[in-house]
């Protein structure tokens, strides 16, 4: 391989890992889609991963749940793909795998997430830029208020989904240039 097309492919894996879309935590195995996969797993209940779908592809994912009850591994690592393929589809975004616990996120994702677990929108605000500031605390206040919900109420569930998507995409997209 010459050192042209070294670098070139360099640059373009360099390109593919800082251009990527909000929601990208959204396909990592400790991200909150694989965790709430896992959680349904361990319950038994798949509405705790449902939350992540759109109610269409409901019996797409309620399939692979049912073929993971047996606690084949490979049937289990089949549902969490179906489920973030399906949850990222649902984003208009391609689904290239789960992405290996620990990959790095935008601080804006990683202190976005870190705040609302601590219930301190404070924690995240020096990321963003002050002219989106409210916005940012707007959608937080919303994703804080809808997290806690009967997780068998899946309207509940998915409107808590939808807020914690638009606080964390909002932002991500609104997060000063030199913090990101």
């Not at 990527?20 to 361990?42: F, I, K």
Request: hydrophobic share 45%; net charge negative.
């Amino acid at each position: 391989m010459s050192v042209v097309t070294s670098i070139a492919h360099l640059v373009n894996r360099l390109a593919s890992r800082a251009v990527q879309p909000a929601s990208a935590h959204c396909d990592t195995a400790d991200g909150p889609v694989v965790t709430a996969g896992r959680a349904a797993l361990a319950s038994g209940n798949v509405n705790r991963a449902l939350k992540w779908v759109h109610p269409e592809h409901e019996p797409q994912v309620r399939a692979a749940f049912a073929a993971a009850a047996g606690g084949d591994r490979l049937a289990a690592l089949a549902f969490l793909e179906t489920l973030v393929a399906v949850h990222r589809a649902g984003e208009g975004h391609d689904f290239t795998g789960i992405k290996p616990p620990g990959t790095p996120q935008p601080p804006a994702v990683t202190l976005g997430d870190e705040a609302l677990a601590a219930g301190d929108v404070h924690l995240v605000l020096p990321l963003v830029e002050e002219s989106a500031r409210d916005g940012v605390a707007e959608r937080f206040d919303r994703a804080l208020a809808l997290r806690d919900h009967d997780v068998d109420d899946l309207g509940a569930a998915r409107e808590a989904v939808v807020a914690y998507v638009d606080y964390i995409h909002f932002t991500v997209h609104h997060r000063v240039r030199a913090a990101a």
